[in-house]
């Protein structure tokens, strides 16, 4: 036997018995020796009934003694070896014991088929569930709206209110600053094709129907999905691993009705009003480049958007507002409270809300796109 | 340098306080090695607030905290981190990383210190089964009830063999088994490695049980109105510190 590390060495002092003798000074600093020697031999043919441990010439230990005996008596005593810590320094061997007295659980371990095929499987069944999971949800916010128009809705006005606040007035800022550019880089990019027709004019057609039909509702969607789809979320999981949405459960109120409705509303009711002030910014973009960078006057600019600008353009735009507020709060709610328990979920919770909430406000403007089309709007 | 036979803790005129508001005033105790100090009081007396001062979360606003002699907000901000490697906490809910496992949570401060990866997860499952936590190293805390999770915390607090553990509220959540259990460990754990323990609780068994010393923090005089044995406290003429001990039967 011999030299394992400068502090441990191995020794048979009688066929039966393995001996660890220990010395010197432990500290975790130094790190701890290796764990393999002791167990080769464990393991081997000649292997001892009996582990014994003699640190009678220990000057200083610390954790890394105690771990250094535990990891081996602990695999010792697993396979049936009798352990002896008798010689070790006082602390040290209570602490081995202590770390000893439960014995390990047995933890099943979860056995995951890791073939193509059963991993196509279970995407597929998670993604049925999570359908089905939606598909309820939306079931439960339209029996609230049921409820809701039979004024039996229960939800407290002020939270209302708040929503109001939190998805239409403190969205102003950024939906204006978003719209202008849109508007006039529309008016810039549309100019420099036009131009070259002689027709300059007509980027007042292009800014009007462009914007109002289609960007000022996109463009507000999604900013909405990244400000309040996004808040949704994080508010509702925050609540919910703070076990508030199932305080309101046991207090008999509904979370979808309490939480989700004034929610949805209130952005469903916001959005258009919001489309409105982005396609009144997205115009005024495209008429600042319109006359600064393209020579036509401002009179002439305002008369060709007029003349553009029919009113189911604008219509079209608000409808779409409204049907993106309710995805993007509905979305928003959707991943809240289905949100897991920890912090980390909340998180989680809401990085799925905003990119799935980006992704169905496209989804549903292709839509309107084909169906106003069929309709010959 | 310090003189060696210093305190490991001394409370020197602390004076604690958020912005206006007033907590406690003029506190001073010692702790001395190896022993198990209780800091008890009422609830909002100020006994978490005077923990988060002593381990240097909060700065005081006036007098300080000692380390062997040593003032930790006199210090400079190099010295200071050198001292908290000198203590380990244990927070009410045993504020483990909810996104590493338990194993991960114990390894992180070892890491810190420089141990190897393996070194550190075999620490690590020392620690963990020294909490009587053997075999659930891979789980996650959301996967462990609230008695696993301080043991886990208590596991993570005493990774680098601090001189000094603090515990705030340990048997806080806790049934009595669980709470009688950690109560043993902490026992075990100053009479094997000889750590100084400060305990911040109102258990009354546990104050009795295990408290060698303890302060007592009035709410509404805002200081310290009693100092000495838990058991000779009973006796303190301020009859609030007595009826504290005696459940309010007097």
């Known amino acids: 036997m011999g030299e394992l590390d400068d502090r441990v060495s191995l020794e048979r002092p009688e066929r039966a018995v393995l001996q660890v003798r220990i010395t010197g000074a432990w500290a975790l600093a130094d790190g701890i020796p290796p764990a393999e020697p002791v167990v080769r031999e464990l393991e081997s043919s000649s292997g001892p009934e009996r582990l014994r441990f003699d640190a009678g010439a220990v000057s200083a230990w610390d954790s890394s003694l105690v771990t250094y005996v535990h990891s081996l008596a602990a695999f010792a005593a697993a396979r049936g070896v009798a352990v002896d810590t008798s010689a070790l320094p006082q602390g040290a061997r209570k602490l081995v014991e202590l770390a000893l007295a439960v014995k390990p659980r047995a933890v099943a371990e979860s056995v995951e088929d890791d073939a193509l095929t059963a991993r196509v499987g279970r995407v597929a069944l998670r993604a049925w569930t999570t359908l089905g999971d939606a598909l309820s949800f939306v079931g439960e916010l339209a029996m609230a709206m049921l409820a809701l128009v039979r004024g039996k809705a229960r939800f407290r006005r002020v939270d209302l209110l708040h929503a109001f606040e939190t998805s239409g007035v403190a969205a102003l800022g950024i939906v204006a600053l978003i719209n202008f550019l849109i508007g006039a880089v529309l008016a810039f990019v549309g100019a420099i094709q036009l131009q070259q027709f002689g027709a300059a004019v007509f980027v007042a057609n292009l800014v009007a129907i462009g914007v109002a039909r289609e960007l000022g509702a996109l463009m507000t969607g999604i900013v909405m999905a990244g400000r309040t789809g996004a808040s949704f979320a994080a508010v509702l999981g925050t609540m919910r691993v703070g076990e508030e949405v199932d305080a309101l459960e046991t207090m008999g109120l509904r979370p979808v009705e309490f939480l989700v409705l004034p929610r949805v509303i209130a952005t469903a009711l916001m959005l258009p009003a919001l489309v409105a002030y982005a396609d009144l910014m997205g115009l005024l973009g495209g008429l600042f480049v319109g006359t600064t960078l393209l020579d036509v006057g401002t009179t002439e600019y305002v008369r060709q958007t007029q003349s553009a600008l029919a009113l189911r353009h604008v219509v079209i735009g608000l409808g779409k507002g409204a049907a993106f507020g309710v995805v993007v709060a509905a979305t928003g709610c959707y991943y809240g409270s289905r949100c897991g328990r920890s912090a980390g979920a909340v998180g989680e919770a809401t990085t799925k809300a905003v990119v799935m909430s980006i992704v169905l406000v496209v989804v549903v403007d292709a839509l309107f796109t084909v169906l106003l089309h069929v309709v010959g709007l | ?250």
């Open chain 2, 1 to 250: 340098m310090p003189a060696a036979r210093a305190d490991p803790i001394e409370v020197r005129e602390l004076t604690m306080g958020y912005g206006d508001r007033l907590v406690q005033e003029r506190i001073s105790f010692g702790v001395a090695r190896s022993e198990i100090f209780v800091i008890m009081g009422d609830s909002g007396c100020g006994k978490s607030t005077l923990m988060r001062h002593m381990v240097g979360l909060n700065r005081p606003l006036a007098g300080d905290v000692l380390y062997e002699g040593e003032g930790y907000w006199a210090a400079e901000d190099e010295r200071r981190e050198q001292i908290k490697r000198r203590f380990g906490v244990l927070y009410q809910y045993a504020a483990l990383f909810s996104s590493m496992t338990l194993e991960e949570n114990v390894s992180l401060p070892l890491g810190e210190a420089g141990l190897s990866a393996a070194d550190a997860r075999r620490v690590a499952a020392t620690k963990l089964a020294l909490v009587g936590l053997a075999g659930f190293e891979q789980h996650y805390p959301s996967e462990v009830s609230g008695g696993m999770k301080k043991r886990a915390g208590l596991a993570r607090a005493m990774a680098l063999d601090p001189d000094i553990l603090y515990f705030d509220e340990p048997s806080a959540g806790l049934d009595p088994l669980s709470s009688r259990r950690l109560d043993d460990l902490i026992l075990e754990l100053r009479d094997s490695l000889g750590t100084t323990i400060v305990l911040v609780t109102h258990e009354l068994p546990s104050i009795f049980e295990l408290g060698d010393n303890a302060v007592f923090l009035d709410a509404e005089r805002k200081t310290m109105t009693a100092h000495g044995k838990p058991r000779e406290l009973k006796q303190s003429p301020d009859p609030k510190v007595r009826a504290f001990l005696e459940r309010g039967r007097l």
